[in-house]
C-alpha cells in the first residue's frame, strides 16, 4: 500500500517535469492600432500572441507619450488591472469594448498617420517594443483572429 503512494507520488512528479520543459514564451504582437483620440486621453488595441508552451504575464506598459495603464472591461465596466496573462499557444486580445491600453494624459495629441512607440513588460519574457499606428477615430480592424 505505501509502495502504491509513493509510485503515484512519482508519476505526479514525472507529469510535472515535463511541462516545466515545454518551450518558454515565444510573444509577437500583431493588429495593433490606436484610434485617434479627441482628448488627451486615448486607447491603444493589440493583440499579443505566445507560441511557446509556456504562459506568460503582461506586466505593464510604458511610453514616452505618457503613462499607460492596462484596462479589461467586463459588464461594460473597465477597471484597471496590474497583470493580464498571455496563454500558452494562445493570445491575449485588446480589442473595441475589451481589454485595452489607456494613455491617460498624452502629452500631445497623436494623429491619424502618426506613430506612438510603447513598451511590453512582461513577467518571463524580454520587453518588447511596439510602434502602434494612430487610425482614424472610427477606424475598425479587419476581423478574421
Ligand atoms: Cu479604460
Redesign the pocket.
Known sequence: MRFAVAGAGAVLLLAGCSSSSDSAPALSVGAAYIPQPVSDMA?GFLTISNKGGTQDELTSVTSAAGPV?V?E?SGGT???VTSLPVPAHGQLVFKSGGN?L?FEKLERKPRQGEKVTVTLHFAESKALEVEIPVESATYVPKTGN
Do not use: P, V
Open positions: 486607447a495603464t484596462h472591461t473597465m477597471s484597471e485595452h489607456m
